[in-house]
């Protein structure tokens, strides 16, 4: 295998020499979405308790919904330290938006 991978490089170098062709198989995209860094980190504080909470909202049995959904997308061993469905209430539909970019991205939901 790894005198295969060398003749492909000699050869590729070869004929790089005389021209800008190259029978080396082209590699395809690697599919990463860029992240939007300021959601992203917006997000990771109030998953990690570092951010200030705001008053009770009007509608926190919406806000359950959504966040128990959130804390199924999250592997086993960080649920049973993580508890998103108590936050109902206390987050803004901002900080649930990033909230829930910053765990689709961080636990695989976008990849």
């Given at each position: ?6 003749a492909s490089l000699i ?28 959601l992203y980190d917006r ?9 200030t909470l705001v008053a ?56």
């Amino acid at each position: 295998m790894a005198s295969h991978a060398a003749a492909s490089l000699i050869r590729c170098k070869a004929y790089s020499l005389t021209g800008p062709y190259c029978i080396c198989v082209p590699k395809p995209p690697t599919g990463k979405v860029r992240v939007d860094r300021d959601l992203y980190d917006r997000g990771q504080k109030i998953f990690n308790g570092k951010t200030t909470l705001v008053a009770p909202a009007a509608k926190p049995e919406e806000e359950t919904a959504r966040l128990t959904r959130l804390q199924s997308m999250l592997p086993k061993r960080t649920a049973k330290k993580t508890d998103l469905p108590s936050l109902a209430g206390r987050l803004s539909s901002e900080q649930i938006e990033a909230l829930e970019y910053y765990v689709q991205v961080r636990f695989g939901q976008i990849k």
